[in-house]
């Protein structure tokens, strides 16, 4: 166990639905990084946020979004899915903003029929 | 813009030898930090070891050492003494000093340990 948490493990969604996937990152983390990791596009990064705050912006489609908690806590809400939104999605977790101590979560795979 | 390079798509090697894989990088920045990861089958990333743009020695994990030629903008993993649970994707991947400090990942190497 990593101590990064993420829910569900898995999802399967028809075309057109939204979902949102959650993060619990490592005890004491401040920020929290969500990765996409496709077949035909590698692993990309998506956002970040630091206690809060929304930190960096990656490859981030508008219909997605997300969100850290006051308990710190994050959520990717992933809305009008495509087929092409199937993925591995990983959400990671530091100390600082510019720490090399990144620890990921085991993913959660979302399969869009 | 930072890149990451690995171009061994896939890599096999027998059990107990050692296996190096490749990867260069391309930055502007004079700090950074460059970081390989493993992921099994079963998906998960496993950090496996760190390598600061400022550090004099290679670093060392266990098994695993890196061999960085900053010159070259190199940041090669090898791997002594490989084993059957080796077998995964790794990924190098890199982190540029700055408000961002997103990793950068390459495309994967697949390697395959063989009896």
């Known amino acids: 166990d990593s101590g990064v948490t993420q829910t569900p493990k898995h999802l399967i969604t028809a075309t057109g639905q939204r979902v949102t996937l959650r993060c619990s990152p490592r005890s004491g983390d401040l920020s929290v990084y969500w990765y996409q990791q496709s077949l035909d596009q590698g692993l990309q990064f998506l956002i970040q946020y630091y206690n809060g705050e929304e930190r960096a912006k990656g490859n981030i489609l508008e219909r997605f979004s997300a969100q850290q908690f006051p308990d710190l806590h994050s959520e990717l809400n992933l809305s009008s899915l495509e087929l092409g939104d199937s993925a591995l999605y990983f959400c990671?977790?530091?100390?600082?903003?510019?720490?090399?101590?990144?620890?990921f979560g085991s993913g959660t795979r979302l399969t869009v029929v | 813009a930072q890149k990451i390079t690995q171009t061994q798509p896939g890599m096999f090697v027998q059990e107990k030898e050692a296996v190096t894989l490749d990867c260069t990088y391309d930055t502007s920045d004079q700090s950074y930090g460059l970081f390989w990861y493993k992921q099994p089958s079963s998906g998960e990333m496993i950090f496996l070891i760190y390598?600061?743009?400022?550090?004099?020695q290679n670093a060392t994990e266990g098994r695993y050492s890196l061999n960085f030629q900053k010159a070259r903008k190199s940041a090669n993993l090898v791997i002594s003494a490989s084993q059957l649970g080796d077998s995964a994707m790794y990924f190098c991947?890199?982190?540029?000093?700055?408000?961002?400090?997103?990793?950068?990942f390459g495309t994967g190497t697949r390697l395959q340990v063989t009896l």
């Open positions: 990671a977790s530091s100390v600082t903003d510019s720490s090399y101590g990144y620890t």
């Open positions: 390598q600061g743009s400022y550090d004099e």
């Open positions: 991947a890199m982190r540029e000093a700055g408000t961002a400090s997103k990793l950068t």
